[in-house]
């Protein structure tokens, strides 16, 4: 029986994969994941036998990797950004957990850079207090559960990140979330889109919530909503931690 | 003029660092930070001056970093984990920018991985949906909204990530947190603790809502606190995205 390495590899960039992620990959017999993911580490995994999937193909291959793992000594599993961050990690774990456990192979999980700490990075420092981190895709959640906790992360003045915030189908959601962020927050307060941070075509935009949904953004995209004391200036993007200064 | 790194040395473990914060490290000529967190890169960064302060002296250290950066080429300020994340980007950009153009160091953020996704990865996969991150230090931050932010996220079903849980000092505060999450959530609710992930001495232990507070918890602790779908089961906290399997 083989063990499951399962894979945050970062935002993007190489520079930005840690070395227990690096090492898990080269050292895997056989590479799982989105295609997307794939193509960012291709230079990495030459030779290696690899089951490359379309996206919504989550649960199938999961269970490849799975499968795979029963006959091969190392199985990488990998991930963008962090794996335990709307990532493979947590369906590897209960499909493998819904085995005997002599059919079960060993999983290990290998944290990353997630997408939300790289793109607060690109803006300065937006985070840096406490925050939220919301993802506006309905397709494993109830829209309804999507807004309440919009509502009350915004009523309680976090800084909130969105991930999948709008994709060519999905475009009125975003609009419904700046609405209800309007009802608590400041309509001057900063807004940060990160659009492919650590990958090639970076781009960022500090706008605010009145704004922001008139700039360009899609499913690379973060976004992140202030507090009631964030400021932007310069080109950053900051969230006091609440210091004298 | 100088250069500023804001450096986000991952949790621990030269393991868990990425190639662009060992670079930015091993080519600076000045190391800034809290002690600790020297200790974590002490083989790193032989021969180069270093700037070490105690606890609680965030500004002075930003101050002496900045300040360093006017005459040496490249300065590196280290936090542990993500620097964004209670760490030390936003103090330095804060402090950089009240200084004229000209006499201000450019400065630039690298992101680590972060000790929330660190010690998820140790539970297993306790994050993958929605969460908030909480800081319970009431230095900077008055208690009153610590304890609102804590009922907002609990109301609305987030899981709940607390940093800096308790100190020597502060004990009482991780007890009104569970009884203001037991307003909003099953006393069976899976509960995490991850002490020095990623670092000597690592443990973990998963308990439930009900009865987490008995269990050893300081400083180094990162507490995660399920959703109404977390479990756990052989050892792992896991939260389903929501596939069907």
Same mark, same amino acid.
């Given at each position: 029986m083989g063990k499951l390495y399962v894979v945050g590899i970062g935002p993007g960039s190489h520079e930005d994969m840690t070395p227990r992620a690096l090492n898990a990959i080269q050292n895997a017999d056989t590479i799982v994941g989105y295609n997307t993911y794939i193509k960012l +580490? =291709?230079?990495l995994i030459e030779g290696k036998k690899v089951i490359g999937t379309a996206m919504m193909q989550?649960? $199938?291959?999961?269970?490849? #990797?799975?499968e795979e793992a029963k006959t091969k000594e190392r199985v990488a599993v990998v991930s963008s950004g962090d794996a335990g961050v709307y990532g493979m990690a947590?369906? +590897?774990?209960?499909? #493998?957990?819904?085995? !005997?456990?002599?059919?079960?192979p060993e999983a290990e999980i290998i944290a990353g850079v997630s997408a939300v700490n790289a793109a607060a990075a690109v803006l300065g420092a !937006?985070?840096?207090? $406490?925050? #939220?981190? +919301?993802?506006?895709? $309905?397709?494993?959640?109830?829209w309804e559960l999507i807004k309440k906790r919009a509502a009350a992360a915004a009523q309680a003045d976090f800084v909130v990140a969105l991930y999948n915030p709008k994709s060519k189908k999905r475009i009125e959601q975003i609009e419904q979330i700046r609405t209800i962020m309007l009802e608590h927050k400041s309509p001057q307060t900063p807004?940060?889109?990160?659009? #492919? =941070?650590s990958r090639d075509g970076q781009s960022m935009t500090i706008s605010d919530l009145e704004n922001f949904t008139k700039e360009p953004i899609d499913m690379f995209s973060l976004v992140i909503i202030g507090n009631s004391k964030t400021f932007s200036q310069e080109g950053f993007m900051i969230t006091p931690r609440g210091y004298e200064v």
């Open positions: +580490i =291709a230079s989550e649960v $199938d291959r999961c269970k490849m #990797a799975i947590g369906l +590897i774990l209960e499909l #493998a957990l819904k085995l !005997p456990k002599n059919e079960r !937006p985070l840096m207090h $406490d925050f #939220a981190v +919301i993802s506006l895709s $309905d397709l494993l959640t109830p807004v940060g889109i990160v659009r #492919a =941070a």
